[in-house]
């Protein structure tokens, strides 16, 4: 691969992980990859220790020295990189010819979209993030965090489980197979939820959310109130349907799916799938960056 | 003092102090004291040198001898008393005549109704809880904590306005001086509020509650709001006026005057002022248990 002019490093990153590709100018594939968490905002030394031992795996799998990075190109995709304070540094701290760090946000929307289309993404995994383009223009809702925001994610819907099975348990709300379950889950009283819920984090809320949505499909009360909750939520987030750009929405995410097939109809039927992965993203948005 | 035959030791303890009362059989009082945290189930080792700093300490201002412990009474209303399995230790750690442990919930009824009286408190400081006696049956609601619990409570009310601060930031929710005023705080945009949430106890919440009150006594639109939703989730917990027991409704805590103020007038006309003070409801108690 030594003999390859310019090559292209794509990197999609986050607190959970980070994903590469090392491909030609064209967009043929030579080598992926997969590396350590990179939030530019959470922890920058890490972040950027993950980022180096990433591109240099990919590097040394397709048989390219890093000599070459001089001559190549990087877009390199980060949560938290609107934020970070040391873009440059990381930037400088890779020599490549040039090198462009972009945000989660950026890559979603275009892979959901590609880089032109308008419309709109709703992405809902642990989290929940809304990103709006019409004709040119980007604006975001949410992204926030579950303890303030992140509405109808993973981890909201984890957290209302429990607070539906302690009024359960208090018997100010209704009774149902899921509470019950939640409660047993919990040695059958709500005392034991107090410290889990002090100490959890976002992805420990989110992992009961798979209960809800199995007790949803089996029409249980208390789940089908949950998520008729959120999906009114849901629709005040995104607006009326009629007024999404393009008439193009996309639900993305884990939850994507499950959400896609609760929203009334008028949404449904301007819902398209996703263009393609993050790292296709990347490299749509590489290629208008750097005029490739 | 030494020569009074038998006194009384009063204790009323939570997570954030404890109060204490030594009195005569017949409730006159010889001295008051205050000492720190005593929640049994948080941490017992500080909970019970607290505790016995405190006894000591007014025992010695009263000038009557720990060695009459023996022949006193005490009656200790704990914060997490229900719950831990260290009750007997701590009984046997002061060697009383007779001990008897409650819990801050059990005070708490006295305090407002007496030992008698049927009734209902909701309590509404932090956190929340709701107790019903009703012929002698004790019924109680809500102090989870106010992550899955304690709705409208300060802590509660804290993070509403939060949130309702960034969906006023992010466009899908009303805008008033109140969101202003909080953003603000937080350096105009909802980044600084994130780790906050993330830091924050139920106190720190509690803290920005004031501010909510202030608005909604300006009839600010957001305020009023979140007042609403809490005043329609107190009437959901409390249940219809109608069958309060004994007609006896009494709002404790911090917020509690507030909360009465907002009640439909049907709760409001069955409001009443609480019997005593917490060291007055376990001095009630005491003679009740002890058969003094």
Redesign the interface.
Known sequence: MNNIQSCLLLIDGGGSGARARLCTIDGEVLVTGNGGPANLSTDFAAASANLHALAQSVYQQAGRPTSCWSQDYAYVALAGAG?STKRQNLINSFGFKKMQLATDVDVTLAAALGTEQDGLVAMLGTGSFFVWRNQGRVR???G??F???DECGGAWLG?EV??AT??AY???GPRSELTAQMLDRFEGT??A??PF??DAHAADFAKLAPLLVAAYEKQDEVAVEIFDRAVDMLC??IGAAADVPGQHLCFLGGLGPTYQKLMPAAYQAICHTAKGTALDGAYWLAQKEFAL
């Open positions: 934020a975001r809702v949410g926030w965090g303890i303030l925001g957290r429990l607070r302690i009024r208090d018997d100010v709500p005392k939820m107090v819920a002090r005040e987030s």
